[in-house]
């Protein structure tokens, strides 16, 4: 908690950080760009060749501020380290709809982000009320669960702002995820990546104000 409360710290002063993508239907990805362009500690993993000018990530008093353009992007934090027996929550703020609905949320045992041997878990929802969970190992992406609704999940609706809180709980050989506190699904740790780095994972044509370390 520490750590992600240092990290929110240190973005305050920042700029609003360019960025490249990752859409979770391309498998084809390339190298992270340049992360000296980041708020230090911050790098995105982007996949296809895209134009930086629309992605960018900055502090928002207590949350992040995050949106990206035509692809999407998994930020993470040097120091957003977790192994063993975890709990790992953020809280999703999702200010206006988007014109399709769009997957974001959680990605965890992340490692060789920079590279093609890459690999992460992520737990994602969307503003139609379902969730999604995978798996990435280098260029293969293994879904899960497919798209589910489940009524924990608070839906976008004209006029008001979709708030959610998404959890991942790693217990023994199983990892637990929630939404707003309520158990949605439960699988196998072998099934997952669980132990490296933690952070968010942010399809297109998105925009989000993000919370992290939330009960």
Known sequence: MRTLLLA????????????????????????APDHAKYPDG??????????????????????LHA??????????????????????SVRFRQPKASEHPEGYG??????????????YSYFLIRQTGEYFIADRRGEVRTPLVDWTPHAAIRKFEDG???????????????????VNGQEVARRPKDDLSTEGLAGFRVNHNLELFIAPGQA
Do not use: K
Request: hydrophobic share 45%; aromatic share 8%; proline share 4%.
């Open 67 to 88: 949106s990206t353009g035509p692809v999407g992007a998994v930020y993470f934090h040097r120091d957003w380290t977790r192994a063993g027996d975890y709990a790992f």
């Open 106 to 119: 959680l990605m965890i045992g992340g490692a060789e982000l920079t590279g093609a041997e890459q690999r």
């Open 160 to 178: 008001t702002e979709a708030e959610n809180v998404l959890g991942v709980a790693v217990q023994g050989n199983e990892v637990v995820f929630s």
């Open 8 to 31: 929110l710290a240190a973005l305050a002063s920042a700029a609003p950080v360019a960025a490249q993508q990752h859409s979770h239907g391309q498998p084809a990805q390339q190298q």
């Open 42 to 63: 911050w790098a995105v993993r982007v996949d296809r060749d895209a134009p930086a000018d629309n992605v960018w990530l900055m502090a928002h008093g207590n949350e």
